[in-house]
């Protein structure tokens, strides 16, 4: 059974967030799916530096899709720190 951990938001994930609100109008119900997945199963996101790790939501009508930038904060928390649209090349899609 997966450890199911709280999620934290420091205060620059909540000041990003609330600019991105205006280009991504579903931005709630967008993370909602990969705040369960941070929650759950935390340990199975890329390590990008450190303990920082990152996890990858999909686009969909409204929202485009994201990148969140969260650490493991201890056994039973995770910490969201950064949000932000993923680039995207016309030729390739998403990079």
Same mark, same amino acid.
């Given at each position: 059974?997966?450890?199911?951990?709280?999620?934290?938001?420091?205060?620059?994930?909540?000041?990003?967030?609330?600019?991105?609100? $205006? *280009? #991504?109008?579903?931005?709630?119900?967008?993370?909602?799916?990969?705040?369960?997945?941070?929650? +759950?199963?935390?340990?199975?996101?890329?390590?990008?530096?450190?303990?920082?790790?990152?996890?990858?939501?999909?686009?969909? $009508? *409204? #929202?485009?899709?994201?990148?969140?930038?969260?650490?493991?904060?201890?056994?039973?928390?995770? +910490?969201?720190?950064?949000?932000?649209?993923?680039?995207?090349?016309?030729?390739?899609?998403?990079?």
């Amino acid at each position: 059974m997966a450890r199911i951990r709280q999620i934290a938001y420091d205060q620059t994930f909540l000041d990003q967030a609330a600019l991105l609100q $205006p *280009d #991504a109008r579903r931005l709630d119900e967008l993370l909602s799916g990969v705040l369960w997945l941070i929650a +759950t199963h935390a340990e199975d996101c890329e390590i990008v530096e450190r303990n920082l790790r990152v996890a990858f939501t999909d686009p969909f $009508p *409204d #929202a485009p899709a994201m990148r969140i930038y969260f650490t493991i904060t201890d056994d039973k928390t995770c +910490t969201l720190h950064w949000v932000e649209h993923l680039p995207v090349d016309e030729d390739e899609g998403y990079i």
